[in-house]
């Protein structure tokens, strides 16, 4: 995948470009399936897939705050080269961008800049100065301009068949932490990354537990509680339980995501890890003691194995 941060580094326009324009938080199964798409239809034509994004996110660069990301820029990035996009787009929402009005976006942009030939959108895209620009627009700019525009259907849960998957949806759920549900929504586990620092070492000494101590650098936290996780680590992967609360039994109310990772002794101070969270497993609780505590972890360890192997991880 070819990346654009800026549109000067766009020498001549691609081959052919079919284009996708969004957010794209969370790359979840509607942006995959939207994704798709556009690669098939690049494919049909012999051109170039296209996905245009902007970073940071327009509402912030305008300094309107917006809702917590799902997926923050290094993951993104990843998730739409692994859906084999061939360029990325992602560009800085500058005065250039704010002010243009969606015809000369369309134009000057698009069509000449980019080499549109055809763009696939979500039914709710709108884009430009007072978001003038929707699906109308583009239509009728595709005739005058010589590109094709396809409204891309609303991909929908496949049980329920209602619900439309959506960004605010799984940031909801995920809040919820209905971990199960998001993983559907998303075609893969929800993710929170983070490098791990130094806690208060009483897990192993106290619990005999000893506990990862994350650094979040994600910005949307699953509702408080025990998980079963996956953890990626730089020795491999491994199975774990992880605990976001404050540890009411200790009473010093300090907020932590800390994760115990099963038969690992490695150091992993100073390192990045990333947590998949498979399964919620209870909400967090004060013990009279710690040896109770210590006693549900246990408990913790054995579910989360027998899920964590159920699900093909073990
Ligand atoms: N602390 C609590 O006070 N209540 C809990 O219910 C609780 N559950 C935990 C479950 C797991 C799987 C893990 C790894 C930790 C849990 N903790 C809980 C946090 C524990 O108190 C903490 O790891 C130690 O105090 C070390 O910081
Ligand atoms: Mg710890």
């Given at each position: 995948?070819?990346?654009?941060?800026?549109?000067?580094?766009?020498?001549s326009p691609y081959k052919n470009a079919?284009?996708?324009?969004?957010?794209?938080?969370?790359?979840?199964?509607?942006?995959?399936?939207?994704?798709?798409?556009?690669?098939?239809?690049a494919?049909?034509i012999g051109g170039t897939?296209?996905?245009?994004?902007?970073?940071?996110?327009?509402?912030?660069?305008?300094?309107?705050?917006?809702?917590?990301?799902?997926?923050?820029?290094?993951?993104?990035?990843?998730?739409?080269?692994?859906?084999?996009?061939?360029?990325?787009?992602?560009?800085?929402?500058?005065?250039?961008?704010?002010?243009?009005?969606?015809?000369?976006?369309?134009?000057?942009?698009?069509?000449?800049?980019?080499g549109?030939k055809?763009?696939?959108?979500?039914?709710?895209?709108?884009?430009?100065?007072?978001?003038?620009?929707?699906?109308?627009?583009?239509?009728?700019?595709?005739?005058?301009?010589?590109?094709?525009?396809?409204?891309?259907?609303?991909?929908?849960?496949?049980?329920?068949?209602?619900?439309?998957?959506?960004?605010?949806?799984?940031?909801?759920?995920?809040?919820?932490?209905?971990?199960?549900?998001?993983?559907?929504?998303?075609?893969?586990?929800?993710?929170?990354?983070?490098?791990?620092?130094?806690?208060?070492?009483?897990?192993?000494?106290?619990?005999?537990?000893?506990?990862?101590?994350?650094?979040?650098?994600?910005?949307?936290?699953?509702?408080?509680?025990?998980?079963?996780?996956?953890?990626?680590?730089?020795?491999?992967?491994?199975?774990?339980?992880?605990?976001?609360?404050?540890?009411?039994?200790?009473?010093?109310?300090?907020?932590?995501?800390?994760?115990?990772?099963?038969?690992?002794?490695?150091?992993?101070?100073?390192?990045?890890?990333?947590?998949?969270?498979?399964?919620?497993?209870?909400?967090?609780?004060?013990?009279?003691?710690?040896?109770?505590?210590?006693?549900?972890?246990?408990?913790?360890?054995?579910?989360?194995?027998?899920?964590?192997?159920?699900?093909?991880?073990?």
């Open positions: 995948m070819e990346l654009i941060e800026h549109l000067d580094q766009i020498g079919v284009v996708t324009i969004g957010n794209f938080d969370g790359v979840h199964k509607g942006h995959q399936a939207l994704l798709a798409q556009v690669i098939e239809m494919e049909e897939s296209v996905a245009m994004t902007f970073e940071p996110h327009p509402l912030r660069a305008l300094g309107i705050s917006s809702p917590p990301l799902i997926t923050r820029h290094d993951q993104k990035l990843e998730l739409i080269e692994r859906s084999g996009i061939d360029v990325l787009l992602c560009l800085p929402f500058d005065e250039t961008f704010a002010s243009i009005s969606a015809h000369g976006f369309i134009q000057e942009v698009l069509v000449n800049k980019i549109m055809g763009i696939i959108i979500g039914a709710d895209y709108s884009f430009g100065k007072g978001r003038e620009g929707n699906i109308g627009l583009l239509r009728s700019e595709g005739k005058r301009l010589g590109y094709k525009t396809v409204v891309s259907e609303w991909i929908c849960d496949s049980e329920t068949r209602s619900e439309r998957i959506s960004s605010t949806r799984i940031r909801e759920i995920v809040m919820e932490g209905r971990v199960e549900l998001a993983m559907k929504y998303l075609g893969r586990h929800y993710q929170i990354r983070g490098k791990v620092i130094t806690g208060r070492k009483r897990g192993g000494k106290q619990l005999g537990f000893p506990t990862a101590n994350i650094k979040l650098h994600d910005e949307l936290c699953p509702k408080l509680g025990v998980y079963a996780v996956t953890v990626e680590t730089i020795h491999g992967n491994f199975p774990g339980v992880a605990n976001i609360g404050f540890s009411p039994t200790f009473g010093d109310q300090m907020f932590t995501i800390e994760v115990h990772i099963l038969d690992f002794d490695k150091d992993i101070y100073d390192t990045r890890i990333r947590v998949n969270m498979v399964a919620r497993l209870r909400d967090e609780k004060k013990f009279s003691n710690i040896d109770e505590l210590s006693r549900q972890i246990k408990e913790d360890v054995n579910r989360a194995k027998e899920i964590l192997k159920q699900n093909g991880y073990t």
